[in-house]
């Protein structure tokens, strides 16, 4: 079936660190693609989404680009902030129809030290 | 605007017992949806309604229900509650078309004793 596979947590960084959060998906067709971001103690936000091969999201400084031929979309940041600190999860809607069915990864814990 | 509203925000019930929780959207969406949230089956898709109707569903057993009624409010309830189920359970809006953003509420979390 399908999935979704994050590089595991947690990813500690000094603030000003480039930041990469690898993600992979299996499923067939062409799904749609998300980052969601999660505060603690709050619900998940949409970071960035891309929808077809080749598309890039971008958004805060983040930036994640659909790779069809290696099924990755991976998360980047040139210089992150301490406020970045959060949980990442990466998502894919696998048809236009299934409307709010996600499948969302594990989850990578970053935390941002000054 | 206001957000994805759900209530309440924490729960404490006992196993046997059952449980309902609401979800508000925001105003204009017709599409509610529920995922369940745990630290180790991570977040997990129950059901989504759109205007009144269930339109897609996850692999939950028959004692996680749901419904939505006519100004999108619904609400999840789940029967005969077990351990396995303390959980944070959010809901999501949006407007319904297959390429709308979910917003997400903050989310009820559940404790069962």
């Known amino acids: 079936g399908d999935s979704v596979t994050q590089m595991e947590g947690p990813v500690t960084l000094s603030e000003e660190a480039f930041l990469t959060i690898n993600c992979t998906y299996t499923?067939?067709?062409?799904?749609?693609l998300f980052w969601y971001v999660q505060y603690p103690g709050e619900g998940l936000q949409l970071l960035l989404k891309?929808?077809?091969?080749?598309d890039k999201g971008s958004n805060k400084g983040f930036e994640a680009t659909y790779r069809k031929e290696t099924t990755s979309f991976h998360l980047e940041k040139g210089s992150v902030q301490v406020s970045d600190s959060a949980v990442y999860f990466c998502?894919?809607?696998?048809?236009?129809?299934?409307?709010?069915?996600?499948?969302f990864g594990q989850g990578t814990e970053l935390s941002v030290k000054p | 605007k206001a957000g994805v509203t759900q209530t309440p925000r924490y729960l404490i019930k006992t196993r046997g017992q059952q449980v309902t929780l609401s979800c508000s959207p925001i105003?204009?969406?017709?599409?509610v949806s529920w995922y369940q949230q745990t630290p180790g089956q991570g977040l997990q898709f129950l059901f989504e309604?759109?205007?009144?109707?269930?339109?897609n569903k996850g692999n939950f057993p028959g004692r996680f229900s749901g419904r939505q009624f006519s100004n999108s409010r619904s609400e999840m309830n789940v029967s005969t509650l077990e351990l396995g189920d303390s959980a944070l359970y959010l809901c999501?809006?949006?407007?319904?078309?297959?390429?709308?953003?979910?917003?997400f509420g903050n989310g009820t979390r559940l404790t069962v004793t």
């Open positions: 499923a067939t067709g062409y799904p749609s």
């Open positions: 891309a929808t077809k091969a080749d």
């Open positions: 998502a894919l809607r696998r048809t236009y129809n299934q409307g709010g069915k996600l499948i």
């Open positions: 309604y759109f205007s009144e109707t269930q339109r």
């Open positions: 999501a809006s949006s407007l319904g078309g297959g390429d709308s953003p979910l917003h």
């Open positions: 105003s204009g969406h017709r599409s």
